[in-house]
């Protein structure tokens, strides 16, 4: 059975910093691609981080995040991190994070078969 299981979300300033943990565990020989999402009251969710976890290790970023975030992965621990800097309100959300064994637009909510149950992020101005 697959877990996926978000922690280190809370409540910071804007400027701040915050790093999340997915911790995975079941049929994770077929997470070639993990990601990060986010969705704010009202909004759709979007993507904002992606690793393809084979060969290269590519990672993808959406715009709004670029230079702000980082994704990576531990694999001895089987663990996602997603490290966020320079925190700005608008990134307050709740965060999910996902896997695929197939991905073909990496940043697509549709493209992830398997999510955690999201875990929350405020960001105060």
């Known amino acids: 059975q697959v877990q996926l299981v978000e922690s280190g979300g809370g409540s910071v300033q804007a400027g701040g910093s915050l790093r999340l943990s997915c911790k995975y565990s079941?049929?994770?020989?077929?997470?070639?691609?993990m990601a990060w999402f986010r969705q704010a009251p009202g909004k759709e969710r979007e993507g904002v981080a992606a690793l393809y976890t084979r060969g290269f290790r590519r990672t993808y970023y959406s715009d709004s995040v670029k230079e702000r975030f980082s994704i990576s992965q531990d694999n001895a621990e089987n663990t996602l991190y997603l490290q966020m800097n320079s925190l700005k309100p608008e990134d307050a959300a709740i965060y999910y994070c996902?896997?695929?064994?197939?991905?073909?637009?990496?940043?697509?909510?549709?493209?992830?078969?398997?999510w955690g149950q999201g875990i929350e992020v405020t960001v105060s101005s």
């Open positions: 996902a896997a695929a064994q197939v991905a073909t637009q990496m940043l697509s909510p549709s493209a992830y078969r398997y």
């Open positions: 079941g049929a994770t020989y077929n997470f070639n691609y």
